[in-house]
């Protein structure tokens, strides 16, 4: 009788031992769904060059930009910064003979840059800009906030049908009071595209006056010192006739 019901025994404990095994390994293999990755972009303290990209619209070959995009976002009167990456970048849009449009986005919908382009006569130029960016928090114990700005009824970048208007200089859009964009460089074609080339180049007015104004500075400084020089001659030759006379 006892040798029963020690066999008793030891065989509740293994049964016990195994259910135990057994309900870790159920717990192990039982994890809580992670949540789904949502990309959103890291604003910086810091403005650095943004890096070059150039966007077309796929399909018809109607727009055609190359261009550095940052978004710069004000908050608590502090700008941050983000710079758009190309690689990340899915483009799209639509052509039409008046109008056609180049929209960039990024995953999640996390940031989105929109060109509205309209023709008139043999003149094109961007009409309607819009943008948003919706970053990680700033600030810890923040939640989370998008920003987005508008510009419209604009005649931005104009150029003439078939060329191409070309900005080594930066162009800052004021979108809204928290959100703008910095475009630099940037060369941007729409409506006739030539074999997806872009065409003649049209100098924006900031390279004009950076490439003209030194031009005319030194022809100033030079005609200043030739002056001078003349001058200096001539009171030189005067005072010589003087004392040849005495």
Not at 17 to 42: C, F, K, T
Not at 136 to 146: E, H
Request: proline share 5%.
């Amino acid at each position: 009788m006892m040798l029963k019901a020690q066999t008793g025994g030891w065989c509740l404990i293994i049964l016990a031992i195994i259910a135990g095994v057994q309900l870790q390994e159920n717990e192990r293999s039982v994890q809580p769904a992670s949540e789904p990755h949502v990309y959103r972009p890291a604003l910086q303290p810091t403005e650095t060059a943004p890096p070059i990209g150039t966007y077309k619209h796929v399909g018809k070959s109607c727009i055609k930009a190359t261009m550095g995009v940052q978004y710069i976002v004000i908050e608590k009167k502090k700008a941050w910064y983000y710079n758009l990456e190309p690689s990340r970048v899915r483009t799209g849009g639509s052509c039409g003979e008046e109008a056609a449009v180049l929209s960039l986005t990024l995953p999640d919908n996390a940031a989105s840059l929109q060109l509205t382009f309209r023709k008139k006569g043999n003149i094109f130029y961007v009409s309607n800009l819009t943008a948003h960016v919706s970053p990680l928090p700033v600030f810890q114990g923040c939640s989370n906030k998008t920003y987005s700005g508008v510009l419209t009824n604009g005649k931005l970048f104009a150029a003439a049908d078939g060329q191409s208007f070309k900005c080594e200089s930066e162009n800052l859009l004021l979108t809204s009071p928290e959100l703008r964009i910095r475009l630099v460089p940037l060369q941007i074609q729409a409506f006739t595209l030539l074999k997806g080339h872009y065409g003649k180049e049209v100098e924006c007015w900031a390279d004009f006056t950076k490439r003209v104004i030194p031009i005319i500075l030194g022809a100033t400084v030079v005609g200043l010192f030739l002056i001078a020089v003349t001058t200096s001659l001539f009171i030189k030759d005067h005072h010589r006739e003087g004392y040849d006379r005495l």
